[in-house]
């Protein structure tokens, strides 16, 4: 079975902090992605990053960056001087390769950003 | 862009209705998914769909039932609407064949009371 972990429900910050989000996976699947979604007040989820388990480079855009280490089944996300706008709850999800995990998303519960001016 | 578009963001039912969610995607995206987030809970799948009139139960179908007659729409039906049943619901679609890691793209949500 495959299982995403946010262990932080909420985090608040004063703006032009850097803030880093936790996620942490498990899953038997040899072969996965890992990613990123948003979803400010509005309702949608914003995809944000896409990433597969054969690929650890980390990357980075804009004030975004992503931290993928295999060997601690951890997938982070920081943000960079953070600003007002960045305030949402912040999903990291999974998807597998076999069986009945190869087309669905299995979610973390979601970390609340909380930016304050 | 990808365009996901929930026919209605806010709906009031009451207990016993009949209630239709309307999906569309603009894509030509084969899978097309509902969940339903609860707070604490997360998102739980309901139902997928990777191809028209095809269907497979996700992890909560209770209750539920889906209709795909065409290619870029996917109805997720409550045939008689229960206050359980409030919730948040997201329609999400993405490509099928090939690339399994194929991103899934959400809509906005649809906010379901049902009283």
């Known amino acids: 079975a495959q299982k995403v972990t946010q262990a932080q429900t909420e985090i608040s910050v004063v703006e032009k902090e850097d803030v880093t989000l936790d996620c942490v996976y498990e899953?038997?699947?040899?072969?996965?992605?890992l990613f990123w979604y948003k979803q400010p007040p509005s309702g949608e989820l914003v995809f944000l990053i896409r990433?597969?388990?054969?690929?650890?480079q980390n990357e980075i855009s804009g004030r975004y960056s992503w931290n993928f280490q295999k060997s601690t089944s951890s997938f982070n996300f920081t943000i960079t001087a953070s600003q007002v706008v960045d305030s949402a709850v912040y999903f990291c999800?999974?998807?597998?390769?076999?069986?009945?995990?190869?087309?669905?998303?299995?979610f973390g519960k979601g970390t609340l950003l909380t930016v304050n001016p | 862009d990808v365009k996901v578009t929930q026919s209605s963001r806010y709906l009031v039912k009451r207990t016993g209705e009949k209630v239709f969610l309307e999906c569309v995607q603009d894509?030509?995206?084969?899978?097309m998914f509902w969940y339903r987030q609860d707070p604490g809970l997360g998102l739980r799948l309901i139902y997928f769909?990777?191809?028209?009139?095809?269907?497979e139960k996700g992890d909560i179908p209770e209750g539920y039932s889906v209709s795909r007659e065409k290619k870029e729409r996917f109805s997720l039906i409550l045939e008689s609407a229960s206050t359980n049943q409030t919730s948040m619901y997201l329609c999400?679609?993405?490509?099928?064949?090939?690339?399994?890691?194929?991103?899934?793209?959400f809509g906005e949500g649809s906010w379901l009371t049902v009283v």
């Open positions: 999400a679609s993405s490509f099928l064949s090939g690339n399994f890691g194929n991103t899934i793209y």
């Open positions: 899953t038997r699947d040899t072969t996965y992605y």
């Open positions: 990433r597969n388990s054969f690929d650890e």
């Open positions: 999800a999974l998807r597998g390769n076999s069986g009945g995990s190869n087309y669905k998303l299995t």
């Open positions: 894509m030509d995206h084969e899978n």
């Open positions: 769909s990777y191809d028209v009139k095809m269907k």
